[in-house]
């Protein structure tokens, strides 16, 4: 009964914390000397290879219109009466 309303924030949190885990990977990477995508934007930033940056970036706000697009479904399936094609 209450866990349907529970979930939405919940749900909301889970979204915004893919964009926080997104950019503490850079950060990460960096600080530990690690190698993957982080490390890469930063050489590559370093390097001034545009071509590199843009792939990156777009490569982070594609996951992250994605994983906010998960989580706006997952309200209609969580609450029904949360429907942006229905008009009150």
């Not at 490390?39 to 290879?49: F, M, P, R």
């Amino acid at each position: 009964h209450v866990l349907r309303n529970a979930l939405i924030p919940i749900t909301t949190v889970g979204g915004i914390t893919v964009a926080g885990l997104l950019a503490g990977g850079v950060v990460v990477e960096n600080a530990f000397g690690l190698g993957g995508l982080g490390s890469l934007l930063v050489t590559s930033i370093q390097a001034k290879d545009y071509a590199v940056v843009q792939i990156i970036a777009l490569l982070f706000v594609a996951t992250f219109v994605i994983v906010n697009t998960v989580v706006d479904l997952t309200y209609v399936a969580i609450d029904p009466r949360v429907r942006p094609w229905e008009s009150a």
